[in-house]
């Protein structure tokens, strides 16, 4: 069954520096998100990718970060200068319509 | 915003059955879902339920949807040790919006 992939498993950075996280969602879906997971606290919603363009963000997701598909099968998340309040669980999820999204084993983000 | 409430901890014997309940306030939801997550690993789609049903089962699992209380469950049948994880509960909104709105997630612990 096809999955969603997401690499690093794990990123230790120093607080300032800047992070990409890598993903491959589900070849032949077409909607891309970035959600996080701050230890202890609920999934929060970054931001979904739709068509090469940004459709939807939250407020968590400022300035500070970027999402790009360089490719026809990465879909990456940028953050250019990391703070220590970063530091969470990233997961990559992918949706064919829309609708039911399926998520990566996420990349555990350390900042310290 | 919008708000997806879970109880945090539920501790049943093996064999019996587990309900996990779930209250929401967004009344344009669309999709209701239930994810499963292992320690350290990402969210696994166990299931899920369109807004206009009210059960849905799927060999252990069964999904009951009360959209005038905006309440939804998850009832394990037959619960066993490898069912405990926690149980994420989480909608997707109206028209025009992919996002997910996650509750905190119930932790279920098996006992042998």
């Known amino acids: 069954e096809p999955e969603v992939t997401q690499t690093p498993s794990h990123q230790v950075t120093q607080m300032g520096q800047e992070v990409i996280l890598r993903c491959v969602p589900i070849?032949?879906?077409?909607?891309f998100y970035w959600y996080r997971q701050i230890l202890g606290q609920k999934v929060e919603f970054l931001v979904s990718f739709y068509n090469n363009e940004i459709s939807e963000k939250s407020e968590i997701f400022d300035d500070q970060f970027s999402v790009e598909r360089p490719d026809g099968s990465n879909f990456t998340l940028k953050i250019r200068s990391t703070k220590l309040e970063d530091s969470a669980m990233y997961f990559c999820a992918s949706t064919r319509g829309g609708d039911t999204q399926y998520f990566g084993p996420g990349t555990r983000l350390t900042v310290l | 915003g919008e708000d997806v409430e879970q109880s945090l901890f539920l501790s049943v014997r093996e064999g019996d059955s587990s309900v996990i309940n779930c209250t929401y306030t967004?009344?344009?939801?669309?999709?209701l879902y239930w994810y499963k997550q292992e320690p350290g690993a990402g969210l696994q789609l166990l299931t899920y339920?369109?807004?206009?049903?009210d059960m849905k089962q799927d060999q252990r699992l069964t999904v009951l949807l009360n959209k005038k209380d905006k309440h939804l469950s998850l009832r394990i049948a037959d619960t066993q040790t490898g069912d405990s994880a926690i149980y994420f509960c989480a909608e997707k909104g109206g028209a025009g919006s992919y996002q997910l709105t996650f509750g905190k997630g119930t932790k279920l612990s098996v006992i042998p």
């Open positions: 070849s032949n879906h077409l909607y």
């Open positions: 967004d009344s344009s939801s669309t999709y």
């Open positions: 339920i369109f807004s206009n049903m």
